[in-house]
């Protein structure tokens, strides 16, 4: 049986390399997190806070994580639908 969805498990799949780095802009530290697919295809995502005393690197990550995940699911989604349309199940 064809696929029909996409997974969890497809999107930690792809989800190669992760990168996370603290960057000063502005005065306030940014967290900066960047995933490398696994066909190579790179994802970025930045979070900042309001206090910079309150900033706390692993949150960002955590908020980037979800973003990136959200867009990992986002394309996987596009390419099963346009692998069906390709083979002529819309």
Same mark, same amino acid.
């Given at each position: 049986?064809?696929?029909?969805?996409?997974?969890?498990?497809?999107?930690?799949?792809?989800?190669?390399?992760?990168?996370?780095?603290?960057?000063? =802009?502005?005065?306030?530290?940014?967290?900066?997190?960047?995933?490398?697919?696994?066909? /190579? *295809?790179? $994802?970025? !995502?930045?979070?900042?806070?309001?206090?910079?005393?309150?900033?706390?690197?692993?949150?960002?990550? =955590?908020?980037?994580?979800?973003?990136?995940?959200?867009?990992?699911?986002?394309?996987? /989604? *596009?390419? $099963?639908? !346009?692998?069906?349309?390709?083979?002529?199940?819309?």
């Amino acid at each position: 049986m064809p696929q029909i969805s996409v997974t969890k498990e497809q999107v930690a799949e792809n989800m190669q390399d992760v990168v996370c780095r603290t960057e000063m =802009e502005f005065d306030k530290p940014v967290c900066c997190v960047t995933v490398r697919m696994k066909n /190579g *295809f790179t $994802l970025r !995502e930045s979070t900042t806070c309001v206090d910079p005393s309150a900033y706390d690197e692993k949150i960002g990550l =955590e908020i980037c994580l979800r973003k990136i995940e959200d867009r990992i699911w986002y394309l996987l /989604g *596009f390419l $099963l639908q !346009e692998n069906l349309y390709q083979a002529g199940r819309k």
